[in-house]
């Protein structure tokens, strides 16, 4: 019985499995679960964003992306980048710093965390003496300067992280230039802003909590300057001449402060609460930014009126009479601007201003009039709706992928054509080998198209199925509808929308034939909906069936949601997939299974009741098979009674519990008084009690039976042209599998292309097999006679796959959540079987056909199963002798939505969601692998300038991307040694010799 | 009726009577006055020992600590060199939370193998498991009876090398009555899991561990550590088997090769009374086929399509209502017919036609 589990010792095979498999998790797509800091370095031109998980991302051009963790896995606080340098300080929330840096290695660069600090106090001092508030990297890139809670400023050589103690900036030092009567020891309290002057970097600027800003010369040692503000202080921002700076504050208001070095103490040049006069919130940070033509942006976050709008996460844009407070969909994180940082310009000239939001990344072009977004070529928010499920479809006709680019292209007019503005780092990985698509389902009725070919998973088109229903959302709701005179001038961004109008609308299951462009997307309510591409908007009406899968069995009730209701006549469509035939099964139970064959033109789809069959190129209905056990009242009531079977059942075991009460009464009763009784009553509820918390988890040993609940449910449907009567004459049949273990087989009788419109499409029951184990089957796949699995529909028309062999017998794969088994056809008997559960208790979850090359020889492939089990393993098992292969655990078995989100592609890789809004990738093979590859060059620095080192990151990183290699002092060294010792161990053969005969004897 | 029922009564320890009355009492309560039968008892050895004169019936009842169980025989089936040997102990074990004054006694068929029953139980491997261990097989014929048991989490105690060391574990944790496993009498609350056909369950889930068993529920042999080991086989080599050896043998029997330890036990066995999937040729009656085909055409001329889909599908439910009712038939059969795994299922063909559906295996 093990026989199956022994690895063969083949070592051709052995080797073979080498050069086929290979695991690794290569990228994470999609929004960052719970951010909670943002960074950007203007001269690397690359953004940071770090997750209260202790994850740190860094993103540059399209493709540029590293990831990094810290061990503690805390918050992370703040991110700054070193200037001019590959390297970023993160704080966490355990007030630890951490330095990370960019470092070449093996062609590609990668992110490493080289040190991690906390700081001390002296012994006794409270832990807010050291809990840092700000970090202000130096330009100087020597120190690291941080503000504490206790209003001392700690100096921090870098980058060995090493205090300078004497270098410490106490607020008694601060207070000694300051008059005594506006200030004591408790104005230099937290010290909540740390900025180093634009232009002379001997000069910081300290803001203190409670008001109190300090010009600090380091130089020197001394105040050289103090404003003192009446608000609690939020943030500062220097002017880029630094005659000038702003500060923002906890009512609202933001202040703008001249710098003179005659003046010692300086007041106000303007006062300004933007959405006054009533109460404000906070303005928590602010930028003033100069432009030509001599009118400043003011951008700042927050400051909305506290009473009606104090509810709004919001970054307000000033630009003389030009004023939009973006109104985001979540709370906003941080933001930074994109401005010229070439110390030469007179202007800062902002182009862009990035929002990070708790659930999406929002890019507005500040250089275009209106101000529109930018479409992020990463960093998508999957979660604007919830996912409910997702497709995948590998190497897609270049025809179908241009058309849905196109009509993609017509829904994203509203967005700016600015190129993407965070544009570090060089991209070096490999083009990706085909075009693949994810097609996610939402809970919103919508089908999101995403370009999955390569490392940035981009939003290509949104599809929409709610216009074919009535529901009770207004259509005409548009996010971007500005009111005129509104104050304040509020402006919605941003896609971020978890709210379904109508939980029926949700997407269950998508098939798209990538050949013809027909889509079948199924939903909660029972909805079936067959789509077409359509290069153009048109109006037409949608055919209307609907399918009853009890058949007029008397004495049924559905108590699970109603239908949808369709909308009557004609609706409008916009280019993309336009839907032309609607089925709706009755009882409108979510549809759990979904197949289309483009070629024969026909759709099935099964629900918890059974299956049917529909022909959507004459729309009628060919037939509906009922596979619900009388008994089963469960799946016959829906899903909300589920809910009241629960309460039934609570309901149930508390009338148990009260009978047993009131028979131990009686048995008492005889003898005893009434207070006896109670005591006794007291004692059994306590009893019980006791009872219900300790009953240990426990688990029932039963067999299957034909009586369990939801056996009718159908998991699979499949189409194939193979021998299902005879073995002489093969025809069209469909499969359905069932949660009891019940396979299905109909053979079908589709009418020659030339009389498909005139003769009715006739399916008869052909087989009916019982699996005696009786676990659900999950998959169902025809093998041919070279025992290859059958082509795609269409396939072989199109010359992508030669045609299955119909001479050698075909064989039939069942795959239930507990084992594999292969049948031979037409005759159906059990030719062998791959037990799972019974030998290592772990389930199916995920079967799919990978073909898999091997990265040696380019002739090589094979097919194989690549099983994702409840225990979060994939596990690949060979075809057709269903041998296992190899394992790998990929997933926590805790992870339920991990593994129930979990999609395989065809060539071996797949993608499973880590959080809401995150996919994972991963690769089996080790011939097509999506990761990033990029580098990121320093670009030079200036070497003279030490008044200002922004240097222009645009053309210095130009010029070393142009001449192919920039001078990169972190990391040459090591990079040249790990090289040196590489290549003086792959000349030697001898050392190869010995490496490989250690491995061997090792295994 | 010489099912697997068991009845309890009491009867004054000191005074216990003759044993003529005994015996009257015991044709009584199992209503089988009419039949010869060997009356025998357990010692504290767990021997079985014969009760047939007031002597022995005297020594039995005052030896019964804390309670007698009394085995039942049909004169006729005894095989008397059963008596004194350790066949006993294989298939009983006492319940411990029984009252003194209360004694249980079992009518038990199942020692001489009658050929008109069928097993639902065995101890198997003895030979080679540690006497604190027992194989169970389970055998589960198609039939109605409920496996009828529950697991939980649980901490067992094992000897290591580094001491005694407290490891999690599986354990039956309830008893459906008149399942399967209740009736054995070879599985207690509270034995401790230790394999699933022959595959360790140390360090699996208990979710992992309910799917085993599920997935084997067709011919399920487990492994356990009897939470009583009293009843335990006393091998002669051995002075008795207590519980404290059992420990480490725990340990030190683990690390053998699971196909070692089922070396009493065929695969071609095991493969043969499982899983004879069921496929039912289906098809719809042939005189069916014309008349669906004439309404179907006939009525292309006048129906449009959703209508004439409509028509077909009733008509289709006919014939699948009438083929479901055979199929339920065939089930029946078929259960019946798998009563004896050892059975080849020979169907003759004609027999089981039933509205053009035939069944093939």
Known sequence: ?????????????????????????????????????????????????????????????????????????????????????????????????????????????????????????????????????????????????????????????????????????????????????????????????????????????????????????????????????????????????????????????????????????????????????????????????????????????????????????????????????????????DFFIIFSSDPAAEFDDPSALVALAEEELVVIDLKSAGWPAVHPPYLASLHCSAITCSHHVSNIPLKLWERIISAGSKQNIHY????????????????????????????????????????????????????????????????????EDEWPPLRKVGTFDPYSDDPRLGIQK?????????????GTAGQVLVMELNDEDAEHVVDHAEADLLQDQEGYRWKGHEKLKTRDGPVRFEAGFQPFVLVQCQPPAVVTSLALHSEWRLVAFGTSHGFGLFDHQQKRLVFVKCTLHPSDQLALEGPLSRVKSLKKSLRQSFRRIRRSRVSSRKRRGAGGNASEVQEANAKFDQDALQEMELAPVQRKIEARSAEDSFTGFVRTLYFADTFLRDSSRHCPSLWAGTNGGTVYAFCLRVPPAERRMDEPVRAEQAKEIQLMHRAPVVGILVLDGRSTPLPEPLEVAHDLSKSPDMQGSHQLLVVSEEQFKVFTLPKVSSKLKLKLTALEGCRVRKVTVASFGSCKTDDYSENDLAVLTNLGDIQIISLPFLKLQIRYPCIRKEDVSGIASCVFTKYGQGFYLISPSEFERFSLSTKWLVEPRCIVDMPEVTSNNHVHNKSGPENAARKSRESGKGPDDCGEDERKSGRLMEHALLNDEKVLKEIQSTLEGGR | QFGAEFRRFSLDRYKPGKFEDFYKLILHIHHIANLE?????????????????????????????????VFIQRQDEVDYSNFGTNTLSRKKKALVTLRNDNLRRRPHINISMPHDFRPVSSIIDVDILPETHRRVRLYRHGCEKPLGFYIRDGTSVRVTPHGLEKV?????????????????????????????????????????????????????????????????????????????????????????PTSHVLQNFHPDEMESDEEADIVIEGGLEPQHIPKLHSLTSSSLSRINGSSLGHRLQRDLVLNNNSGRESNGNIHKLLSSLKTDPRHSLVIPRGGIEEDGTVITL
Request: charged share 20%; proline share 7%; with cysteine.
């Open chain 1, 416 to 483: 700016s054509s600015m190129p993407w503005p965070i544009d570090g780092g060089t991209n070096i990985a490999p083009d990706p080998p085909q075009r693949d698509l994810l097609l996610t389902g939402h809970e919103d009725g919508t089908v999101r198209f995403w370009d999955a070919s390569g490392v940035c998973l981009h939003l290509l088109y949104k599809l929409s199925t709610v216009r074919v229903f009535l529901t009770d959302a207004d259509p005409n709701d548009n996010m971007n509808t500005l009111g």
């Open chain 2, 168 to 256: 999690p574990g599986i354990f039956i944790s309830r008893m459906v009555p008149g399942g399967l496993a209740e009736s054995t009498g070879l599985l207690a609350v509270n034995d401790e899991v230790l394999e699933v056909n022959g595959i360790e369950v140390a360090g699996k889930t208990l979710d992992q561990v309910t799917d085993m068993m599920i997935a084997n529920s067709h011919n399920l042999i487990i492994t356990v550590k009897p939470a009583n080991q009293r009843n335990n086989i006393i091998r002669s080599s051995r002075m008795s088997g207590s519980s404290g050896q059992s420990t480490d043998s725990t340990a030190s029997h683990h690390s053998l």
């Open chain 2, 37 to 69: 039968v060997m009356i025998g008892y357990a010692d504290v050895h767990g021997d079985l020992l014969p009760i047939n004169n007031d002597d022995n019936f005297f020594k039995a009842v005052s030896s019964a600590h804390p309670l007698l169980r």
């Open chain 1, 1 to 333: 019985m093990r026989r199956f589990l022994r690895p063969g010792h083949d070592p051709v095979r052995e080797r073979l499995k080498r050069d086929l498999f290979q695991f690794n998790k290569t990228v994470e797509h999609g929004f960052p679960h719970q951010p909670s800091a943002l960074g950007y370095s203007p001269f690397l031109r690359l953004m940071a964003i770090g997750t209260r998980s202790g994850a740190i991302k860094l993103y540059g051009a399209p493709g540029v992306e590293f990831m990094g963790l810290h061990e503690e896995n805390n918050t992370v606080m703040q991110i700054h980048f070193i200037p001019d340098q590959c390297q970023l300080v993160t704080l966490l929330d355990d007030n630890s710093l951490h330095l990370w840096s960019l470092k070449q290695h093996g062609g590609a660069s990668e992110l490493r965390e080289e040190h991690r600090f906390t700081l001390k106090g002296p012994p006794g001092s409270p832990p807010s003496a050291t809990q840092v508030t700000a970090v202000l990297p130096h330009s100087s890139r020597e120190v690291l300067y941080l503000g504490t809670e206790s209003g001392n400023i700690f100096v921090v050589e870098l980058p060995s992280l090493r205090v300078l103690e004497d270098r410490t900036i106490t607020p008694e030092a601060v207070l000694q230039r300051i008059p005594e009567d506006n200030c004591n020891r408790r104005s230099c309290e937290l010290v909540e802003a740390l900025q180093e002057h634009p232009k002379n970097p001997d000069q910081i600027l300290i803001g203190y909590s409670r008001g109190l800003i300090v010009l600090w010369d380091l130089q020197n040692n001394k105040a050289t300057q103090h404003f003192l503000g009446s608000q609690q202080l939020e943030n500062l921002y220097w002017q880029r001449d630094g005659s000038k700076f702003i500060s923002c504050h906890y009512d609202g208001s933001y202040t703008q402060w001249p710098v003179s070095s005659d003046n010692r103490q300086s007041e106000p040049l303007e006062n300004t609460v933007p959405y006054g006069p009533f109460p404000c919130k906070a303005i928590s940070k602010i930028y003033w930014q100069t432009t030509k033509n001599g009118l400043p942006y003011i951008i700042f976050q927050g400051g909305m009126p506290r009473a009606s709008y104090g509810d709004r996460h919001s970054i307000s844009v000033i630009h003389g009479s030009q004023q939009t407070a973006f109104d985001f969909t979540s709370r906003v994180i």
């Open chain 1, 510 to 522: 998508i098939y798209l034939c990538k050949y013809s462009g027909y889509l079948a997307v199924a």
